[in-house]
T-cell receptor, first 113, second 115 residues
């Protein structure tokens, strides 16, 4: 079974600082895809960033970047220059080829002014 | 940018009643999904749908649940006899191809409250 673990239920960070959210996963497959979704208070699910397991280069989207460690099965999200609008739940998600997306339990991030 | 549209945004229903949650996926997407999120908990997979049939479903998706694509644009989730524990946010999602590199586009969700 494929599982996704987010070990930090809650985190906080000062505005303009950097924060890293952890995610680990478990699979015996070699080809898969990883995602981070943001869920603000509006409850909408918004794709933040995605990573393909066969790519060694870490994905980056503006202030968001990942640290993908395939051997360790780790996929952490780094948010630089945190903004108040980054306050949200963040879900790590995992998908195999031709399979369905499974989510971690989420990390609630609060950005403090 | 294309969106997945869900209606209603909030529905309150009496226990034992049937509810239908509606979704309009992105027009050129071929794969459709329903997910559920009980308040404060993780997002859980319910069902995936392709080519007018269920391709995968979770253990949550029991005989009380059904999905349909009645007219080529809508994708519905029906709960036949709601229980209190069905109260949750229900998210519809669609993708061009099944998962993988394409990711999913989620709708804004329907908050279902069973009383």
């Amino acid at each position: 079974a494929q599982t996704v673990t987010q070990s930090q239920p809650e985190m906080s960070v000062q505005e303009a600082e950097t924060v890293t959210l952890s995610c680990t996963y478990d699979t015996s497959e070699s080809n898969y895809y990883l995602f981070w979704y943001k869920q603000p208070p509006s409850r909408q699910m918004i794709l933040v960033i995605r990573q393909e397991a066969y790519k060694q280069q870490n994905a980056t989207e503006n202030r968001f970047s990942v640290n993908f460690q395939k051997a360790a099965k780790s996929f952490s999200l780094k948010i630089s220059d945190s903004q108040l609008g980054d306050t949200a739940m963040y879900f790590c998600a995992f998908i195999l080829n031709n399979n369905d997306m499974r989510f971690g339990a989420g990390t609630r991030l609060t950005v403090k002014p | 940018e294309p969106e997945v549209t869900q209606t209603p945004s909030h529905q309150v229903t009496q226990m034992g009643q049937e509810v239908i949650l509606r979704c309009v996926p992105i027009s050129n997407h071929l794969y459709f999904y329903w997910y559920r999120q009980i308040l404060g908990q993780k997002v859980e997979f319910l069902v995936s749908f392709y080519n007018n049939e269920i391709s995968e479903k979770s253990e949550i998706f029991d005989d009380q649940f059904s999905v349909e694509r009645p007219d080529g644009s809508n994708f519905t989730l029906k709960i036949r006899s709601t229980k209190l524990e069905d109260s949750a946010m229900y998210f519809c999602a669609s993708s061009v191809r099944q998962g993988a590199n394409y990711g999913y586009t989620f709708g804004s969700g329907t908050r279902l409250t069973v009383v």
